[in-house]
């Protein structure tokens, strides 16, 4: 069994001014530094953060701590500069990994957010824990997007590629919760792993809007970044023509369009700016 290194650390400031992908936002807020879900294709390796570490990705995660209060004084201080304030929680990390169980520092972030609100608030996770924070979204759902990450519906691909990472089957039951409260959700099919036939109809029943996001458009890099990890080596033979390549999001629009608008699919970027 694999030994976590984790530490507690308390960061100067928290919220990062936006940059990059994140052009839309003005900030960027990851409770953690770290992942432990560790997946294969995260592009965080490829950063100074995964590279320099001397640790294995996915293999230790540093905990913030003290940020309740940093957050209320940072957003003190920009709103009376009249700043308007967008977040995106979170770039490097997943704010709903396995620590966050026992730690509470998102919940606590969220916390601290109803007392002081941005202006916008986008929560990227992977994770089926997002549901624990139901009550804290609910206070904040008109200036909010929860993006849940479900890449395929097969887990026995997840299997592959990010084994760490919750079952897919766990994810699409907590859209569902997210939807049953009435709270702005979608679906983030990203990166684009091999799925069934049978996908678009699982989404559509879950959800109303998706984002689709590939190797290639979505690593930064035009898919380089990818090529270093090495993932085409995790698809098999069968799957490379088909899953693997620049040609991959349109193939994914195409299936999707069996159960979604085109007004309803956004592709990359668009999917995960504010409003």
């Known amino acids: 069994m694999t030994r976590y290194q984790i530490a507690y650390k308390e960061p100067k400031k928290?919220?990062?001014?936006?940059?990059?992908?994140?052009?839309?936002?003005?900030?960027?807020?990851?409770?953690?530094?770290?992942?432990?879900?560790?997946?294969?294709?995260?592009?965080?390796?490829?950063?100074?953060?995964?590279?320099?570490?001397?640790?294995?990705?996915?293999?230790?995660?540093d905990i913030k701590k003290g940020i309740h209060e940093k957050y209320i004084l940072e957003m003190s201080n920009l709103r009376k500069r009249g700043k308007e304030v967008t977040i995106f929680m979170a770039s490097a990390t997943d704010p709903y990994q396995s620590?966050?169980?026992k730690e509470k520092i998102t919940r606590a972030l969220l916390e601290a957010m109803v007392k002081m609100p941005p202006d916008f608030l986008f929560v990227q996770t992977r994770s089926p824990l997002v549901t624990r924070d139901i009550d804290l979204f609910l206070k904040l759902k008109d200036r909010l997007r929860i993006s849940v990450t479900v890449e395929t519906d097969l887990d026995e691909v997840r299997k592959s590629f990010s084994p760490q990472a919750p079952p897919i089957q766990a994810r699409l039951k907590a859209i569902g919760e997210l939807q049953k409260?009435?709270?702005?959700?979608?679906?983030?099919?990203?990166?684009?792993?091999?799925?069934?036939?049978?996908?678009?109809?699982?989404l559509a029943g879950l959800?109303?809007?998706?984002v689709i996001d590939d190797f290639y458009t979505g690593d930064g890099s035009n898919g380089k970044r990818t090529e270093r990890l090495k993932i085409k080596e995790?698809?098999?033979?069968?799957?490379?023509?088909?899953?693997?390549?620049?040609?991959?999001?349109?193939?994914?629009?195409?299936?999707?369009?069996?159960a979604f608008s085109s007004e309803q699919i956004l592709i990359s970027k668009q999917g995960f700016m504010p409003y």
Request: hydrophobic share 35%; aromatic share 18%; proline share 7%.
């Open 234 to 258: 995790l698809f098999t033979e069968d799957e490379l023509d088909k899953w693997y390549g620049k040609h991959v999001h349109q193939y994914a629009y195409e299936n999707m369009k069996r």
């Open 99 to 101: 620590v966050e169980y």
């Open 181 to 202: 409260n009435s709270l702005p959700v979608q679906a983030a099919v990203a990166p684009v792993l091999p799925f069934s036939k049978e996908f678009p109809e699982t």
């Open 207 to 210: 959800v109303n809007r998706i």
């Open 14 to 61: 928290i919220l990062t001014p936006a940059s990059g992908f994140l052009y839309g936002y003005t900030h960027s807020l990851n409770p953690y530094t770290g992942c432990l879900f560790g997946c294969s294709y995260c592009y965080v390796r490829q950063s100074p953060v995964g590279l320099f570490r001397g640790e294995e990705w996915g293999e230790w995660v």
